[in-house]
DNA sequence: CGACACGGTCAACTGAGGTGGACCGGTGGC
DNA sequence: GCCACCGGTCCACCTCAGTTGACCGTGTCG
């Protein structure tokens, strides 16, 4: 059992993108068609060996335009290279705020921001009044964090 | 006039988060704020000299720990520095996105989403009273570009 | 069996990515 | 005025991302 590559690597990820695409008579890139192919598409050189160390997980740490060159060989897109977890969480607090396009809401907070602590809690004991005078129910806890 | 920026690149995309997205007290976030914030939450080191390199443009080609840092502490995913695209998408949520940082202002915003119209004007009209009150200046006009 | 080609592995080197620290203009307090 | 501080700018230096070139195993053609 040779060397364990920890889930959710870039090592792990470069992998599976190896197994899972394919030139057309099935067998895995190579290297050096991985490194020619990215080059003479007009991407920055990159070096057989370097895709080695990448893949073996040796090199985690590549550069932007490296990273990108990657993504574009693959098929992917460059995010697929980032973490997981603070991806999700960020597209997820992304799509929250969209919930949030409605104009008067969003009028609010722009203009709530910058004032006091204590005019905000002010403001925020007055919101929660006219929440239980209109029967509105408790909103989704913040929970966060 | 300095050096012109063109748009797209990495520089201008920073360029934008530091004017977009602020602390509290309206201005832009210095290189020692940031390099520090970074580091004390569990980021790698990154130097304030550094920062302001890749804001001019001096330097574009971070590696991916950088990235990620960069995009950790804007609050945008990675991938808002590689596709124009998503970039957009980003931006049109980001002011909003700054605002919601600020937790007692995200949760005034949570707690007004399905109050009425005349209830959420109200609630505007006070936010708008108490920013007079406390001589803040008119906020940036929601549509910016 | 040699000889050659191909592709993964390794180690040493190069240079770009990234840092530390000095310089300098602005600003606020004494 | 003068000094201390703060934040942007610049430059010399250092580390590590990325390359080079060699070694080694395997397969294949004469």
Redesign the interface.
Known sequence: MPEEIAAGT?AAKLNHLFGVVRPADGDEYTFDEVAESIRTQGGPTISATYLWQLRKGLR??????H??AL?GFFGV???Y???DA??ER??A??TL????R????????????????K??????D???R??EL?G?PE??S?AER
């Open positions: 870039l985690d740490n590549p550069t932007k335009r990273l990108e993504a897109p460059p995010a290279f980032f973490d603070e991806a960020i597209d607090e992304l705020l969209s919930a949030f409605d104009a008067p809401v969003r009028q609010i907070a722009l203009r709530a921001r910058g004032l006091s602590a005019s905000l809690e002010a403001i925020s007055m919101v929660d006219v929440r209109e509105l909103p989704a913040d």
